[in-house]
């Protein structure tokens, strides 16, 4: 009789990981939760980039469990005390955290037990062929990843896509539900954090204490004992199959889609089905709030943050770290090890209907003077707000009523014809581009600086990024020459005209006569 249980994840070296010694090996989740406590990895060599997030997050929320419910919030050290807990997260149950498990009414690794008592009755069929067919990165147009492209998968290819679709995928139809951790079946699940250091290993501790430090406080909207890994309880897809979010663990890890694999002469086949309800049933108006550790609510919507296309801008930046439009998510409270400095973390997937709107990562570092100040102390948090928020608003009339106009003059060749903001928006981009490129490196170089001299050093900033635009544009603009120099003129005297009214120190020192003549 064949084996009936196959790819280990406590077992078997299935995920291949580099150390910090230039060693490639694979290994298995114990030994991985063991390696990321002593900092020796460096990075997972199958995961792909859009899927760091999802692999992260597991982690963090699977280890801060186990420590939580199976070790009485001691952190162990040794691979096999990691995996005794795991079995015990799991019900007592190996299988659960096997890829492959030919009895369906067993759990597998992210696929529930079939009630149903085989596939076919369940009508599971075997439409996926490759991971990223499993994966929720859509990619239908082939353009920034092709479709279909891992030919020869791996077993940690799959376990990557499924954590990935399992964690962080949206509606995507009737009977392809999304997951609970976000506002709407097309929204996006954000991870908005700090660290002391970018590496997987201190990101990995620091996160997981974060969450074992505010476990308790999150009694009101969980249990502590209830559902962790909800791919445990059978699932047939009815609505009254649906387990109450109220009833899970405040870190519970969710599944979306009913999923089991199958081994055909050393290969992984992946079926799947459809579902009438999602896995959690949650109230129509929780909008996401399902205090995700990483994700930022919206206190005017009440609603869990959507990232835009536009990804994570300076404006949306500083509201998330330095202001009041939402409420911070545990993971984005500096810890006392960040007083000498950390790391700002932000990365989502934007999903879109029927496609992908980008993969969006930002990580900018806070300088030990600026954690100083942000943390604990209430008036300097307050003053560099309301710095930010005064240094936005003067970049939008910097826009608006100074490069704006002016472009516009100078495409319509200095006479009063409208032109339309098409033409004027790809110079408006890219010096907002510019602007999000200095933005926070220019706000923490003003924490030690006096309101004035803050807003002067921003007003030449401005000025600077304002004027290469506009004499980019000056140059490479088309204009007759019988209207150049009127068009010249005008634009000119328009842009530096508004420097004047809108810069109170940087517009002393500009010369508009000097810029025409250096155009002609």
């Known amino acids: ?12 070296p299935v995920i291949t990981v580099r150390y910090q010694n230039g060693e490639t090996k694979a ?80 759990p597998a690794f992210m696929q529930p037990p079939v009630p149903e008592s085989s596939l076919e009755k369940a009508k599971y069929s075997s439409d996926i062929q490759t991971p990223d067919e499993l994966d929720m990165l859509v990619t239908s147009k082939n353009h920034d990843l092709k479709g279909s492209r891992i030919l020869r998968p791996d077993p940690e290819h799959w376990l990557f896509a499924l954590i990935t679709l399992q964690t962080m995928e949206g509606f995507l139809g009737r009977g392809n539900y999304g997951v609970v951790r976000m506002n709407g079946g097309f929204g996006n699940r954000p991870l908005v954090g700090l660290s002391p250091e970018k590496n997987w290993g201190h990101r990995f501790q620091r996160d997981m204490n974060v969450l074992l430090k505010h476990r308790q406080s999150l009694l009101d909207m969980n249990e502590l004992n209830g559902p962790a890994l909800l791919w445990i309880p059978p699932w047939d897809g009815e609505k009254n199959s649906s387990i109450p979010i109220n009833k899970c663990d405040p870190f519970f890890i969710e599944i979306c889609r009913r999923i089991r694999f199958k081994r055909d002469d050393n290969r992984l086949l992946c079926l799947r089905t459809n579902t009438k309800a999602g896995r959690i049933s949650a109230p129509d108006d929780l909008n996401g709030r399902t205090e995700d550790p990483w994700t930022p609510i919206e206190k005017k919507g009440v609603k869990a943050l959507t990232l835009g296309e536009s990804g994570f801008t300076y404006e949306l930046i500083q509201q998330l770290l330095l202001g009041e439009e939402y409420a911070k998510p545990i993971a984005l409270e500096f810890q006392n090890d960040e007083k000498d400095g950390a790391f700002l973390i932000c990365q989502a997937l934007v999903r879109g209907q029927g496609k992908t709107d980008g993969l969006h990562k930002r990580i900018i570092p806070i300088p030990p003077n600026v954690t100083a100040s942000l943390f604990g102390n209430t008036s300097l948090k307050q003053t560099l707000a309301k710095r930010a928020k005064n240094r936005i608003s003067l970049t939008y009339d910097a826009q608006r009523k100074i490069l704006r106009p002016a472009l516009s003059a100078l495409l319509s060749s200095g006479t009063d014809q409208k032109v339309d903001y098409s033409k004027v928006a790809p110079w408006i981009n890219r010096f907002d581009q ?31 990024e304002a004027e290469t635009i506009f004499k980019e544009a000056q140059r490479s603009t088309p204009i007759s020459q019988l209207r150049r120099l009127r068009a010249l ?16 120190y940087a517009g002393k020192k500009t010369t508009p006569i000097n810029q025409t003549e250096e155009i002609l």
Do not use: C
Not at 435 to 457: C, H, N, P, T, Y
């Open 434 to 464: 510019e602007i999000d490129r200095q933005f926070f490196d220019s706000l923490w170089a003003s924490v030690d600086l006096g309101s004035e001299e803050a807003k002067q050093q921003w007003e030449e900033i401005l000025l600077e």
């Open 1 to 12: 009789m064949g084996k009936t249980m196959h790819y280990s994840l406590l077992d078997e």
């Open 27 to 106: 290994t298995n989740l114990p030994s991985i939760l063991s390696s990321l406590l002593d900092n020796s990895i460096v990075s997972f060599e199958a995961l792909q980039p859009h899927q760091q997030q999802a692999w992260y997050s597991f982690l963090v929320q699977l280890a801060s469990m186990a420590v939580a419910r199976e070790n009485n919030g001691d952190i162990p050290t040794q691979p096999d005390i990691w995996k005794e807990l795991l079995v015990n997260l799991a019900d007592g149950s190996e299988a659960a955290w096997h890829l492959v498990v030919d009895d369906v009414s067993l």
């Open 489 to 504: 003129s005008k634009a000119n005297s328009m842009f530096y005209g508004q420097v004047n009214k809108i810069f109170e």
